[in-house]
Structure formats: C-alpha cells, structure tokens
Nanobody, 122 residues
Framework: VQLQASGGGLVPAGGSLRLSCAAS????????MAWFRQAPGQEREFVAG????????TYTDSVKGRFTISRDNAKNTMYLQMNSLKPEDTAVYYC????????????????WGQGTLVTVSS
C-alpha cells in the first residue's frame, strides 16, 4: 500500500503548481484524504482535506481561495491545485489517507506519501 506524491518544483511567486498523489496497492476511494506540508524547521501542518466522495473539502486559512483539493477515485488519485503561490508556501508537501474521520492532525492518518518539495521564489 503506497501513496506517491509528485508535481513539486521551483516556481516564482504568483505562479502555479499542481500536485498529485497516486495511490497503489488498494483502492482509497473509501478513505478521507489530505495534504500536509512541512517547512524547514517547522512542524508538519494541515493544508487541505477532502472526504472520500469528494463532496466536502476543508482548507487551512492561509491557502483558502488559492488552493483547490480534488480527487478522482477512478484513478485512485488526489490533487492539489496551487495558485498565486507565495514564498511562505515553500515546504515539502505530503499526502495522507485515513479510513477514519477527516482531521487536521497528523495522528489521524494511517498512510503517508513520501513528500514532494515546493519552492516558491520571491
């Protein structure tokens, strides 16, 4: 069972990136999923979450209106569209999945991807 995050890179401030999280080993169509990020020297923090059906999403305040989380259960893949990127968005982004309630805490997740680095230059 594996989550593979990809799509990170170096972009200028104001640019966009689309992260993907591909699941393998089993279907995650019944799992709630989320994106977290960890900046250098900082704790891992919740960015966005989506319920198993995709009918409900939630975001941390700092990314509301700029980031959009989505999923395609037929492809066993989750996405994070990031627009209007800021230098403070620089971090390693991790995807995560849980069969439990969607939470904003890292302890609420059973599966984690390896992370993809997003660097936003000023």
């Amino acid at each position: 069972v594996q989550l593979q995050a990809s799509g990170g890179g170096l972009v200028p401030a104001g640019g966009s990136l689309r992260l993907s999280c591909a699941a393998s080993g089993r279907s995650f169509s019944s799992d709630n999923m989320a994106w977290f990020r960890q900046a250098p020297g900082q704790e891992r923090e919740f960015v966005a979450g989506i319920t198993w059906s995709g009918s409900s999403t939630t975001y941390t305040d700092s990314v509301k209106g700029r980031f959009t989380i989505s999923r395609d259960n037929a492809k066993n893949t989750m996405y994070l569209q990031m627009n209007s990127l800021k230098p403070e968005d620089t971090a390693v982004y991790y995807c995560a999945a849980t069969g439990r309630v969607l939470l904003r805490t890292i302890t609420g997740y059973d599966y984690w991807g390896q992370g993809t680095l997003v660097t936003v230059s000023s």
